[in-house]
């Protein structure tokens, strides 16, 4: 926050801080609208777009694919499995690995993301 005042302090604020400070309130206001009309955040989205695009998928390539250390997905795919959004399946192709599998109910919110999504990028094309 201290740095955000100083920031709006001052006349004329650097480029790089000013779109460090929209990002921050977009990701605000978008995060706020996907869980009101989807009930999960924007980089749940991203989990569960990614896990529905794929044939299977492991935590540790959706990490990789994603460009999240491996702790902040298995905190994500916890929560999306809690939420009954993803599950946990035996892969097809190798017995010993596990696969993440999208639910109806994680399509479901995919669907309804996407809607907002189309909402919140028209009012940015707007801007």
Do not use: C, F, H
């Not at 460090?20 to 009930?39: M, S, Y």
Request: glycine residues 6%; proline residues 2%.
């Amino acid at each position: 926050m201290q740095g955000q005042d100083m920031v709006t302090k001052t006349k004329n604020p650097r480029l790089y801080s000013r779109l460090q400070i929209a990002a921050q309130q977009l990701r605000k206001v978008t995060d706020r609208q996907l869980v009101e009309a989807a009930g999960i955040t924007a980089p749940q989205l991203g989990v569960l777009t990614r896990v529905a695009a794929a044939k299977e998928l492991n935590q540790t390539s959706l990490a990789r694919d994603l460009r999240l250390n491996d702790s902040a997905i298995t905190a994500m795919v916890k929560r999306l499995i809690g939420l009954g959004m993803l599950e946990k399946t035996r892969s097809e192709t190798d017995s010993r690995a596990w696969v993440l599998k999208l639910t109806a109910d994680g399509q479901s919110a995919i669907d309804r993301a996407g809607e907002q999504m189309l909402s919140i990028n028209q009012k940015i094309d707007a801007e």
